[in-house]
């Protein structure tokens, strides 16, 4: 099983990035796919999911600024980030859950927000 993540980098305070996790080793379309993100010193922290029907969820902070959506036929799951303020610096993870199997998470990439 392997989820890798790429998109991330370092961007102005006003800018986007669009997050990309690839997943293999398990039956992609049928997993619930989250995006979290853990900023030092802060505990790791749900963004939005997206269930195996493509019905995302979102916390409250990610409304209006984050999207977050799938394409099964790429394995893919992806968070579109615009607006990104300082505070979102954080790495960001996505992580694959079936119910009631342990989940499996990627290693994250860095996204540093900064002017």
């Known amino acids: 099983v392997q989820l890798l993540e790429s998109g991330g980098g370092s961007v102005q305070p006003g800018g986007s990035l669009r997050l990309s996790c690839v997943a293999s080793g398990f039956t992609f379309r049928e997993y619930e796919m989250s995006w979290y993100r853990q900023a030092p010193g802060k505990e790791r922290e749900l963004i939005a999911s997206i269930d195996h029907k493509s019905v995302p969820n979102y916390e409250n902070f990610a409304k209006g600024r984050f999207t977050i959506s799938r394409d099964n036929a790429q394995n893919t799951v992806y968070l579109q980030m615009n607006n990104l303020e300082p505070e979102d610096t954080a790495v960001y993870l996505c992580?694959?859950?079936?119910?009631?199997?342990?989940?499996?998470w990627g290693q994250g990439t860095q996204v540093t927000v900064s002017s």
């Open positions: 992580r694959a859950r079936f119910y009631p199997l342990s989940p499996y």
